[in-house]
């Protein structure tokens, strides 16, 4: 018998026992990226917890549905598109497949569904009409709102009151809007926007629905965990459980909410807004993705981690370590529930990764069967799972700058610029283009690659 699964709960803010609906089908909705750029390390931390998260849910129940959308309709795409000069078709594939490459290249399992919003607004159209038909919705000059105090429990899981929403200043205001603190079901596309034929005229749904209708499709009216950042909690997390309860008049949407907190550099939030990112992609044959993995599962999915130079090297020494008892790729030993514990309670990784540590310490002085149980334990989340020579080539193809240090000297060389000693500028560009790297100055900001 395996012990129980235990989960923070944000829509109770509490540790609560994880009881799922139908124990021979589990079911689980993370909210996955808009492809408008390349994914970043900050969107890897939900990508690589919630595929721990599904690998726990599979030990313990014989079928476990995880579904992870793709949004490829957004107003940051048509934007990123019209900036690239490129069509919002070619950009989405592009950004859709260095996504999926990301994912692989983190040693992450496909989720059993990944829908695109673009495939699924005729289901969105019918949830629609289903919100007007019970007067949850209206439409007005072509745009169809959610009335959000219509909804009793609006606000619940955001712990907020619709008297502080209505006065909130951050909610956008439109004349076709009935109450500031309605949202958009649908609204027209421009000329030249993707579109779509509607009651209400041609047109594309709002964000937040797409979600409501790809995991009604998938997982049904109710189901048992819906995961995502903490900053899609609202307004993203709240509308979907607003438009699906109402829609399909249903008591829960999702029983748990699981959000993870943010990955940051110099304590702030890793976000292209704040022009901080760290691309996965640039991570690629320069390191392995077990080293990003790792250091993704140091902290618990509930603390904010800090990216930092000293994690990647810490993470990279610990790995060659355990390589030096590592014995082949694709064991199939059981992992120990005891092992396995700190994962069950609230997916504590750090606790697992010292479970790991202990491991490894036995299999260093001990035999063959040491040695399995501990690789069987390191594969069981996704390490280990190169072989030893893979392993070694990448490393040594190591960059020999950090991205931290990138960073530092791209600043400086925005000092430089500053003060007009456009000489020593151009010196940092040339220093960091003799390591590999390519810096490119856009819209006020400074970005780079690896050649
Ligand atoms: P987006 O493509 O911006 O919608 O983000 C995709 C996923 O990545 C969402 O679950 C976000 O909450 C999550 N995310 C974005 N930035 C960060 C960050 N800095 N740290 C952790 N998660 C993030
Ligand atoms: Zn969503």
Not at 39 to 46: E, S
Not at 295 to 306: I, N, R, T, V
Not at 359 to 366: E, P, S, T, V
Request: hydrophobic residues 35%.
């Amino acid at each position: 018998m395996t012990k129980d699964i235990f989960l923070t709960n944000n829509l109770t803010n509490k540790k609560e026992k994880f009881v799922p609906i139908d124990q021979n089908n589990v079911r689980m909705y993370v909210c996955g990226p808009t492809v408008y750029d390349d994914p970043h390390i900050g969107n890897a931390r939900p990508i690589v917890i919630f595929d721990i998260f599904y690998k726990i849910l599979k030990k313990k129940y014989s079928s476990v549905t995880y579904v992870r959308n793709i949004t490829d309709i957004d107003d940051k795409i048509i934007k990123s598109a019209k900036e690239n000069n490129i069509s919002i078709s070619e950009l989405t594939i592009k950004i859709t497949k260095s996504f999926y490459e990301d994912c692989d290249f983190l040693k992450c399992e496909e989720p059993t569904h990944q829908p695109k919003a673009t495939e699924h607004v005729d289901l969105m159209i019918e949830m629609i009409l289903e919100l007007i038909k019970k007067g949850f919705a209206y439409e007005n000059n072509h745009h169809v709102y959610f009335e959000v105090k219509k909804f009793k429990d609006y606000g619940k899981l955001s712990n907020k009151k619709l008297e502080d929403l209505i006065a909130g200043s951050r909610i956008e205001v439109s004349e076709n809007k009935k109450n500031s603190e309605d949202f958009v079901l649908w609204k027209p596309s421009l000329e030249n926007e993707p579109s779509w034929n509607s009651p209400w005229g041609k047109g594309r749904p709002g964000w937040h629905l797409e979600c409501s209708a790809m995991s009604k499709k998938f997982l049904g009216n109710e189901f048992d965990i819906h995961g995502g950042g903490i900053d899609l909690i609202f307004p993203h997390h709240e509308n979907e459980i607003a438009q699906s309860r109402c829609a399909n008049d249903t008591k829960v949407f999702a029983n748990y909410w699981i959000h993870n907190a943010f990955l940051t550099m110099s304590n702030e939030k890793m976000a292209k807004s704040q022009g901080n990112i760290l691309k996965i992609k640039d991570f690629r044959g320069k390191i392995s993705g077990q080293v990003l993995r790792l250091a993704l599962m140091s902290a618990h999915y509930k603390q904010p981690l800090d990216w930092n130079d000293k994690l990647l090297t810490e993470c990279e020494n610990t790995l060659t370590k355990w390589y030096n008892v590592f014995l082949t790729t694709n064991l199939h030993s059981e992992v120990s529930e005891d092992i396995l514990n700190p994962l069950y309670d609230d997916l504590n990784t750090p606790g697992y990764i010292a479970n790991l540590h202990k491991l490894y310490d036995q299999a260093f002085k001990g035999n063959d069967q040491d040695k399995k149980i501990f690789t069987s334990a390191c594969n069981f989340v996704g390490l280990l799972s190169e072989t030893k020579q893979q392993w070694l080539n990448i490393k040594e193809n190591k960059i020999s700058i950090t991205p931290k240090d990138i960073l530092a000297k791209i600043d400086l060389r925005n000092k430089a610029r500053q003060n007009k000693n456009y000489e020593e500028a151009d010196k940092i560009r040339d220093d960091l283009l003799d390591k590999g790297v390519l810096i490119e100055d856009k819209d006020g900001k400074t970005l780079w690659k690896f050649r």
